[in-house]
T-cell receptor
């Protein structure tokens, strides 16, 4: 049962343009979402998160949007840089309230390639 | 601050052999997780420890996988006997506690190839 889905395996964008990575979820109990970034041969690193009480969270070039009615979230990177090339995972903490952010259900990941 | 340390980085074994992975979490982190990431998929939680006790091992294939966290610090994950489908990256992560404001930090992982 894939409760968090990233339907685009890969995305290619030009440097300076916007990158939009999408994520859908099925479990309406999820109330917090995180994006992780993973470079080859490294572990995932936390990028940005959003609580379900918000519909937008911004951190520098990275903005996450949440549409609860559609059970959809997206990560926008503006402007995209070649160093942003990595695999991006959408994730949600498993279980209801009090669950650690480390106990996560991950999507399949999207490979982002930013061309100079 | 030192990150989560894992060893070995790579391991190749034949099917039916046994293998063990080691993880040293960030100092002071009470909660430790092992994840399995198969190529093309997202990480999947195998087991969660709080100090030296198991909190959740519902997705751990207990017929061949075992894990322990002695003294609430380092942890080992063992597979015996290994199958071809166990080929994956095994990620260890740690966090301060079980509360919702405790981000998890991941190690670099151990890439296992079973041939």
């Amino acid at each position: 049962d894939q409760q968090v889905k990233q339907n685009s395996p890969s995305l290619s964008v030009q440097e300076g343009r916007i990158s939009i990575l999408n994520c859908d979820y099925t479990n309406s109990m999820f109330d917090y979402f995180l994006w992780y970034k993973k470079y080859p041969a490294e572990g995932p690193t936390f990028l940005i998160s959003i609580s379900s009480i918000k519909d937008k969270n911004e951190d520098g070039r990275f903005t996450v949007f949440l549409n609860k009615s559609a059970k959809h979230l997206s990560l926008h990177i503006v402007p995209s840089q070649p160093g942003d090339s990595a695999v991006y995972f959408c994730a949600a903490p498993r279980g209801a309230g009090g669950t650690s952010y480390g106990k996560l259900t991950f999507g399949q990941g999207t490979i982002l390639t930013v061309h100079p | 601050e030192a990150g989560v340390a894992q060893s070995p980085r790579y391991k190749i074994i034949e099917k039916r052999q046994s293998v063990a992975f080691w993880c040293n979490p960030i100092s002071g982190h009470a909660t430790l997780y092992w994840y399995q990431q198969i190529l093309g998929q997202g990480p999947k939680l195998l087991i969660q420890f709080q100090n030296n006790g198991v909190v959740d091992d519902s997705q751990l294939p207990k017929d061949r996988f075992s894990a322990e966290r002695l003294k609430g610090v380092d942890s080992t994950l063992k597979i015996q006997p290994a199958k071809l489908e166990d080929s994956a990256v095994y990620l260890c992560a740690s966090s301060l506690g079980r509360g919702r404001n405790t981000e998890a930090f991941f190690g670099q992982g151990t890439r296992l190839t079973v041939v």
